[in-house]
């Protein structure tokens, strides 16, 4: 199985977000997942300017805020969510409401598809070799 950790954050190698997802994938990693990360932080996004005003207040992931070190409680969650994660992935395990959610997405996407088949002849294809039409 493979997973991808992507972090946004600009701030390198101070971002708190790299530092938990790096124990996340390094935890998924000993689980038997190939892991790959991907630093959008080195991507000129030119909206973000790093000015941390998005900081003031602000709770990020469950209790770790930006402003505050992390904890070593912080790692172990997401070591622990890693470990899950390939669990969840390997086990093939669904939620009834996020399949429910994907579902619905699905039948919106399958009907304007269907009502644009003239106009999308490749997406109308494409759905019907998948056989989702």
């Known amino acids: 199985m493979k997973i991808l950790g992507i972090c946004g954050s600009p701030r390198g190698a101070k971002s708190q977000t790299r530092a938990l997802l790096d124990a996340l994938l390094a ?3 000993t689980k038997g ?3 790959e990360f991907v630093d959008l932080g080195k991507v ?3 909206f ?5 005003a998005v900081t003031v207040g602000a709770q ?3 209790s770790v805020d930006a402003r505050v070190p992390l904890k070593d409680t912080d790692f172990a969650s997401a070591r622990k969510l890693g470990a899950s ?8 395990q669904s939620w009834p409401d996020q399949t429910q959610a994907i579902e619905s997405q699905r039948t919106r996407f399958r009907n304007l598809i269907a009502f644009h088949k003239d106009h999308w002849p490749y997406e ?3 759905w019907q070799d998948k056989g989702w039409m």
């Open 27 to 29: 935890e998924a990693k």
């Open 124 to 126: 109308y294809k494409y």
């Open 60 to 62: 990020f992931v469950g």
């Open 44 to 46: 000129r996004i030119g």
């Open 85 to 92: 994660m390939v669990e969840a992935i390997s086990a093939k």
């Open 48 to 52: 973000c300017q790093a000015c941390y």
């Open 33 to 35: 997942a190939q892991v």
